[in-house]
Nanobody
Framework: QVQLAESGGGLVQAGGSLRLSCAASGRTFSSYVMGWFRQAPGKEREFVAAITGSGGLTKYADSVRGRFTISRDNAKNTVYLQMNMLKPEDTAVYYC??????????WGRGDFGSWGQGTQVTVSS
């Protein structure tokens, strides 16, 4: 497993931008699928975005596609979530997560076993 720590959350007005970072420990970071999830008050945790170990493939939830971009810097053991055109409904605690790859394309099974502590994102209207 890897240890994860998110940063970069905060309060922003609707239409604004934030960049979240997730720093990971471990020498095998570059092999892990990294994901971002979020949980709003009273709601289930939901998938936001994911990226393969090489950074060559990405996935997004329909609700954020075209506004959010996931990326990673394996030399810095860090994954990022650039969030643009933020909406009040993006308000949530954002978590990064990691899982080992399971298929030839570099994706896992969606069974993320390592999680960060979360960072709060609040978008005001």
């Amino acid at each position: 497993q890897v240890q994860l720590a998110e940063s970069g959350g905060g309060l922003v007005q609707a239409g604004g931008s934030l960049r979240l970072s997730c720093a990971a420990s471990g020498r095998t970071f570059s092999s892990y699928v990294m994901g971002w999830f979020r949980q709003a008050p009273g709601k289930e945790r939901e998938f936001v975005a994911a990226i393969t170990g090489s950074g060559g493939l990405t996935k997004y939830a329909d609700s954020v596609r075209g506004r959010f971009t996931i990326s990673r810097d394996n030399a810095k053991n860090t994954v990022y979530l650039q969030m643009n055109m933020l909406k009040p409904e993006d308000t949530a605690v954002y978590y990064c997560a990691a899982e080992p790859p399971r298929d030839g394309a570099g994706w896992g099974r969606g069974d993320f076993g390592s999680w960060g502590q979360g960072t709060q994102v609040t978008v005001s209207s």
